[in-house]
């Protein structure tokens, strides 16, 4: 075997060693050299100057960094430098010498630059934490996905939207832990006194899970269930161009849209205008933004995430005031597919529905759906019932059988303009 050759000039600090990386072959490899015979240093491994028996992080990488960095075996040092910028490098230095990774570079000459790196890779002692972290993670996914399991065949009859959820949401995303315990609040009969006692109860802080809500109810969890639980807001509402609200005229006196709390106690009562070429709802608040600043003759209703009643009955009283197009615009995802679920079975069976998939033209795809989010947007659009179950069931079944979710700014922004623009009397 070939004594490793030591580039020493290639070795960036004192606790670092640059090797050159042999040739391979049945003999355990032999030096590269060039047709002259001389050593080439064109592949060079960075590694420890000391050997460490024993390693450790370096002070000052965050847990969450950490993590990250045992969660590969070998990274490409594009995806460091998209997670640690420009201390990437420094970084880098300290984890070769701490004995946590090695780095195979591509020298020019004397030297190398840090956009050469071919190969960023844990040592065998972080790799083997890094393996025994991805399988307790995985007994705890599967022990998650079984609690939630049972806890939705008990759940069913009584709050069989917050069933749908456990059934549907992978392990992998921090809902499914808020619904596991909030569907273990509802069989034992816990109230909490808001969303930062729940979030104190099964979470051990006050503001770990104070999106509990939030997040529940874009999930497609029912005001019902969430009062049950004590974990009820009262949810906002967004309006702008051609609407007025309590008499006032909002949109032509501020950039909407105008938030706003609804209340089942103290309602909003909206007019939208006689001009008005449409009502569009939507649940980006990009998007609303961008359709009140360019499209003034359209009067917005925004929300976030699933609406609830006070916001719903916003929605219809819109939607009962013209005779022009209610233009639906979800996200194209699970969540989306739900809420246009509860806005189109509430919707007046003479309105004229105008469903907007933004995920149509969409080619960069994100994290696939999982088999149960599958199955539910399948059975959505299977179950569609009502005068506008059409919309619905196309809209389910597209979303299923493009397979990722769609929810970014952009392409909903540019899916609604083109909806818009393609209005009658459209510019």
Request: hydrophobic share 45%.
């Amino acid at each position: 075997m070939t004594t490793p050759i030591r580039a020493t000039w290639l070795e960036p600090r004192s606790d670092v060693r640059a090797f050159i990386v042999p040739r391979p072959g049945p003999d355990g490899g032999s030096a590269p050299r060039d047709r002259a015979g001389r050593v080439k240093s064109n592949r060079v491994d960075l590694v420890a100057a000391t050997e460490h028996d024993a390693w450790e992080r370096p002070g000052g990488v965050s847990d969450a960094d950490w993590a990250w960095m045992l969660a590969a075996g070998t990274r490409r040092w594009r995806s460091v430098v998209e997670r640690f910028g420009d201390q990437a490098a420094g970084l880098t230095l300290d984890l070769v010498a701490a004995g946590v990774v090695t780095v195979r570079v591509h020298p020019t000459g004397p030297t190398f630059v840090w956009d050469a790196v071919q190969k960023w890779t844990l040592t065998p002692g972080p790799a083997n934490e890094g393996a025994q972290r991805t399988r307790e993670r995985g007994a705890r996914h599967d022990d998650l996905r079984e609690r939630a399991s049972q806890l939705a065949g008990a759940l069913e009859v009584e709050h069989h939207d917050l069933a749908d959820v456990l059934l549907s949401t992978p392990p992998h995303s921090p809902l499914l832990a808020i619904a596991v315990a909030a569907a273990s609040d509802l069989l034992t009969g816990v109230s909490h006194d808001g969303p930062r006692a729940f979030s104190q109860t099964h979470f051990g802080h006050t503001k770990a899970r104070d999106d509990a809500p939030d997040l529940l109810r874009r999930a497609g969890v029912s005001e019902r269930t969430l009062r049950d639980l004590g974990l009820a807001r009262s949810p906002y509402v967004g309006l702008g161009g051609a609407i007025d609200v309590n008499g006032l005229p909002i949109g032509a006196a501020f950039a909407g849209p105008v938030r706003l709390r609804a209340t089942q106690q103290d309602p909003l009562i909206v007019q939208v205008h006689e001009r008005a070429r449409a009502v569009l709802l939507v649940e980006n608040l990009q998007a609303a933004e961008t359709a009140c600043d360019a499209f003034p003759n359209i009067a917005v209703v925004w929300f976030a995430g699933q609406p609830a009643d006070a916001v719903l009955a916003v929605c219809v009283m819109a939607a009962t005031q013209t005779n022009g197009p209610i233009i639906v615009t979800p996200d194209a995802d699970l969540g989306g597919v739900r809420i246009a679920d509860r806005l189109l079975t509430a919707l007046p069976a003479s309105s004229i529905v105008h469903l907007v998939d933004v995920g149509v033209g969409t080619s960069a795809p994100t994290t696939a759906f999982s088999v149960a989010s599958l199955d539910e947007l399948n059975r959505i659009g299977g179950a569609a019932h009502g005068p506008h179950a059409a919309h619905l069931t196309a809209f389910a079944l597209a979303v299923a059988e493009r397979g990722f979710p769609v929810e970014q700014e952009a392409p909903i922004r540019a899916a609604l303009s083109v909806a818009i623009a393609g209005l009658p009397g459209g510019e």
